[in-house]
Nanobody, 124 residues
Framework: QVQLVESGGGLVQTGGSLRLSCAGSGLTFSNYVVGWFRQAPGKEREYVGSIRWSVAYTNYADSVKGRITISRDNAKNTVYLQMNKLKFEDTAVYYC?????????????????WGQGTQVTVSS
């Protein structure tokens, strides 16, 4: 059974940092693209960034570029989302997801597996 589990969310002040984790079980991330998405109340799910595990290639949405870093830990089969200089508008539920194909990584509809999400709240 495939399972993705996010952790690391919480309440942080504007300008602060958080590191989210996405631990995978029942699948090997080396065969997948792992993406991060977020969804704020009343808004559509938004692409944050992704990593192509096998080549460690990362891609980031323009809205977060320069403030986030996605990395991986092979031994732990875990992906991390480091977020710095957080803004109020970063407040959302953050999800990790996995897919096999490498095209249109920003499209949440093509992801096969999803975690349950973790809440990030940035206070102003």
């Amino acid at each position: 059974q495939v399972q993705l589990v996010e952790s690391g969310g919480g309440l942080v002040q504007t300008g602060g940092s958080l590191r989210l984790s996405c631990a995978g079980s029942g699948l090997t991330f080396s065969n997948y693209v792992v993406g991060w998405f977020r969804q704020a109340p009343g808004k559509e799910r938004e692409y944050v960034g992704s990593i192509r595990w096998s080549v460690a290639y990362t891609n980031y949405a323009d809205s977060v570029k320069g403030r986030i870093t996605i990395s991986r830990d092979n031994a732990k089969n875990t992906v991390y989302l480091q977020m710095n200089k957080l803004k109020f508008e970063d407040t959302a539920v953050y999800y990790c997801a996995a897919r096999r194909t490498t095209t249109r990584e920003y499209d949440y509809r093509d992801y096969d597996y999803w975690g349950q999400g973790t809440q990030v709240t940035v206070s102003s």
